[in-house]
């Protein structure tokens, strides 16, 4: 009776250690906790920064993600677009955060040295062209017709056009086709580089408040259409091919799907910062208000980042690896 006692006691404890492991087996966790990374570290990553307002938006957020969230050591080089795509080819910078096209470069890298890859979509659709002041267009409707320009082409003379009017163009690295569209579609304007995205602003926001006629190279998603809503003037209608040839370009701009571009070796590392950039993606709402964040309100770019992130987390949770 003793020893049998003593079996059952055996037994009974028994099936309490497997009870009690068992259910040490089903709580433990099954995966790592949101944001944290596994396997391979972040350790330094390289972004590159453009010179306009959307791109330093994308990267105030994608920066301080990285930092916050993936223990990454970032570092951000100030290159216009075509340097970013040669630094990037280099293996000097990371990633790209919006990039407008640039068929030529993505053939190049991508297609034939295959140093870089395209590495998802940002979300935002950009639509570049000309642009007028919208009281001009409330005083001459026709004015959003580019076969009227030259009819209304006096109102836009300034002390230094040299008798046209002039054309405005922002940062002078930005890839345009306004020289051969004014001269292929024989117009009487001349070009007047302002310097900067933020120059080019300011003369549209001047002319503006000041009834004065302003003209120039503009460009969607951008926070400042939110203050004055510039009018997109109509040039002949884009079609595929239509811009091959830079010297003979008499169209519109292409619409553009906005891409993100990586290099290769860090796309295909395992770098958690790389998998945040692939899946990163937001709205052109969403670039503006960060964007004002930083040009209006004068916010840091982590400052910028965190009060967007703070408001949004459903936007950005599934950004993370």
């Keep these: 009776m003793q020893t049998a006692r003593w079996i059952r006691a055996v037994a009974l404890a028994g099936t309490a250690v ?26 330094t990553v390289t972004f ?23 223990d990454c050591t970032v570092v951000e080089k100030d290159l216009t677009a075509e340097e ?31 140093v870089a890859v395209e590495h998802g979509m940002t979300g935002n659709q950009g639509v570049v062209g000309w642009y007028v002041t919208p009281w001009v267009v409330e005083q001459y409707p026709e004015i959003t017709n580019w076969r009227k320009l030259n009819d209304y082409a006096h109102l836009f003379r300034t002390p230094t056009s040299g008798g046209k009017g002039a ?33 080019l602003i300011e003369a549209f926001r001047e002319a503006e408040r000041n009834r004065r006629a302003a003209i120039g190279y503009f460009y969607a998603p951008q926070w400042f259409l939110a203050e004055v809503d510039l009018v ?37 590392s395992g770098n958690p910062a790389a998998e945040l950039v692939k899946n990163f993606q937001w709205t052109n709402a969403d670039q503006n208000e960060v964007a004002r964040y930083l ?3 004068k916010l840091s770019r982590d400052e910028a980042a965190r009060k967007w992130l703070d408001a949004n987390p459903d936007a950005w949770q599934s950004w993370l690896p």
């Design 84 to 114: 970013a795509w040669e630094a990037l080819a280099a293996g000097e910078v990371d990633a790209i955060l919006e990039n407008w096209g640039r068929d030529g470069l993505k053939k190049r890298y991508i297609d034939e040295e295959r």
């Design 18 to 43: 497997l009870a009690l492991a068992g259910c040490a087996i089903e709580v433990e966790p099954r995966v790592a906790a949101p944001g944290l990374p596994t396997g391979v570290p972040c350790g």
């Design 48 to 70: 590159a920064n453009s010179p306009w307002i959307g791109y330093e938006a994308n990267l105030a957020v994608v920066s301080y993600l990285a930092k916050t969230r993936l």
């Design 167 to 199: 054309f405005l163009l922002g940062d002078p690295s930005y890839e345009t086709n306004d020289r051969a569209l004014i001269r292929n579609l024989k117009l009487d304007f001349t070009i007047s580089v302002t310097g900067s995205e933020d120059k």
């Design 295 to 297: 040009t209006v309100d």
């Design 232 to 268: 997109h003037v109509k040039l002949p209608p884009y079609s595929p091919g239509c811009d091959a040839v830079p010297e003979k370009v008499a169209c519109d701009y292409q619409p553009y799907d906005l891409d993100k571009i990586a290099n290769r070796a860090f796309a295909e």
